[in-house]
């Protein structure tokens, strides 16, 4: 395998222009796997956008635009009809037909799949002719052209040959399509190094008419913020993503360079494991202190948010108490005041729960993920030894964090994660987060078992309400059910800030995923 992506890198530098335009960009942690279906994560996502594409896509204002689907149109009030460009081409220079539509689809909800809850909302996809599909619903979707806009379409042929029907799980049963790709999209992979280095070069028989003028774009993993930060002002790379708070004002004053930041919808908070019956990273043993809500309450008040946003993150966060931020459909300002840090309440709600000593337990957090994460957890853990709550942090890479915290999983007791709802709707952050693990892929990134029947109930609602009103005041209740039980702690949101040379033209959208097909080198 290596030896022929070695021989595809070669020829494809042959095929460069002399004065190519390459575009070179770092972030602190690297892609999962080249597989689309194996993570939901923001910087895979954003990667393989560039290989892999939608019937729709999200257009530089987050809208929802034509892909692989040029027109589509509803039959019913379940079927949704259709229609695929003609003429899209594979990088094999086979033609895009619905057969690939369908097999994604059974692809993407199969068991070894991390991505089943983009389609939980779909009973069946079916062909009609060779660039006809028809998407039939469980009931009515108020948000299905949102949800597809995270599914993307793989080759039904190239899977089958490479022994890539099904996802792999990355660690586990692992496959070729988790280190290889091929795509309709815009750039086409030519060669990876695992947490250094990815090469993409210029699709020439992409479908669309290129904004972009690179011959081809290099991903750089360099896990050193000071490090990251240098090579962007020495030149070797021409934009770095997720910059340090603390370097922002330096960058913003660099001549020849500049500091792109704007509010992101991603909300970063505390989850707790309240389903096992014992917890796994705790010195207390025979039951799950978590499972009492007065345990939960107190972590919850031991935490001073304003503290966080203020000291750790240098006044780049917003502090929130709902799942999603603003900018997201659903979102209610009357829910999102945080609670006052009140350490002496939550020392007598740990002493009424059986626990006036407090007790330990290990906070799992990445450290190459969010800004500032693992300070952030470094925080947390002295504010909670202040209620008597003994917090271990355990800090590691995201590969390696996801694959222990994440589904399938779970291996986790108190862990530290960021979300962004991929169809900018407050249900997919209910689905995700919230609702109970089910066999259709909702809760999948419940990751600490949360379970209430009303909340689950309302998610179902919420699914296929159509009446505005309702549907605010059924998000409303469910949100308010899930603070009154303490089911998990919001912390904030974060500002983004990325550093490029003012050369460098960039679309920077509150998703915080990079375009390459947006980017232009002048």
């Not at 960009?25 to 194996?38: F, I, L, S």
């Not at 090469?199 to 011959?215: G, I, M, S, T």
């Not at 603003?326 to 009140?342: C, E, M, Q, S, V």
Request: aromatic share 8%.
């Amino acid at each position: 395998m290596r030896s022929k992506l070695m021989a595809i890198a070669f020829s494809a530098l042959l095929a460069l222009p002399a004065h190519a335009v390459t575009f070179k960009w770092a972030n602190n942690g690297d892609v999962r796997a080249m597989d689309p279906y194996t993570f939901n994560e923001t910087v895979q996502n954003a990667i393989l956008s560039n290989i892999y594409e939608p019937l729709v896509r999200r257009n530089k204002q987050l809208g929802t635009e034509p892909a692989l689907a040029v027109s589509w149109e509803q039959k019913s009030d379940v079927v949704w009809r259709f229609h695929l460009r003609p003429g899209v081409k594979w990088e094999d220079g086979t033609t895009l037909t619905a057969n690939d539509v369908v097999f994604s689809f059974n692809r993407i909800r199969s068991k070894s799949s991390q991505l089943a809850d983009v389609v939980s909302s779909i009973k069946e996809i079916r062909k009609v002719d060779d660039l006809t599909v028809d998407v039939e619903t469980k009931g009515q979707d108020p948000i299905l052209l949102s949800e597809i806009t995270g599914l993307v379409i793989m080759n039904e042929a190239w899977c089958t040959k490479n022994n890539s029907v099904e996802p792999a799980v990355v660690g586990t049963n692992e496959n070729y399509a988790l280190r290889n790709a091929m795509g309709t999209g815009p750039f086409r992979l030519v060669s990876r190094e695992p947490d250094r280095k990815t090469v993409f070069v210029k699709n020439p028989d992409w479908w669309d008419k290129p904004e972009h003028n690179l011959d081809g774009f290099e991903f750089y993993v360099i896990s050193s913020a000071p490090t990251r930060v240098a090579a962007l002002l020495s030149g070797e790379v021409d934009m770095i993503y997720d910059v340090p708070t603390q370097d922002r004002d330096r960058i913003a004053a660099t001549p020849g360079i500049k500091l792109l930041t704007g509010p992101e919808l991603r909300t970063i908070y505390l989850g707790m494991d309240q389903s096992r019956d014992e917890l796994l990273f705790s010195d207390v043993k025979g039951k799950n202190p978590l499972k009492d809500i007065r345990v939960r309450q107190a972590f919850t008040l031991a935490i001073d948010e304003d503290a966080i946003a203020r000291a750790v993150m240098r006044g780049q966060a917003k502090p929130t108490y709902e799942l999603f931020g603003a900018g997201i459909t659903g979102f209610n300002p009357a829910l999102n005041n945080r609670p006052k840090a009140d350490p002496v309440k939550a020392k007598a709600l740990l002493a009424e729960a059986g626990y006036p000593n407090g007790f330990g337990i290990t906070l799992d957090c990445p450290n190459d993920r969010y800004v500032n994460d693992e300070a952030i957890c470094t925080a947390i853990s002295s504010m909670m030894a202040k209620v008597g709550v003994k917090v271990e942090v355990y800090a590691r890479t995201k590969v390696k964090f996801f694959a222990d915290v994440n589904y399938p999983n779970y291996k986790t007791s108190f862990y530290l994660l960021g979300w962004t709802p991929d169809t900018y709707d407050a249900h997919n952050a209910l689905k995700q987060l919230v609702q109970s693990r089910g066999p259709n892929g909702h809760g999948l990134g419940n990751d600490g078992g949360y379970v209430n029947a009303k909340v689950d109930a309302l998610i179902e609602q919420i699914g296929v309400e159509l009446d505005p009103v309702k549907r605010q005041g059924e998000i409303d209740a469910a949100m308010k059910q899930v603070q009154d039980d303490f089911g998990s702690i919001p912390l904030h949101q974060q500002t983004i800030a990325w550093a490029a040379k003012k050369n460098i033209d960039i679309v920077q959208p509150a998703d915080n995923r990079i375009q390459m097909r947006w980017v232009h080198v002048n």
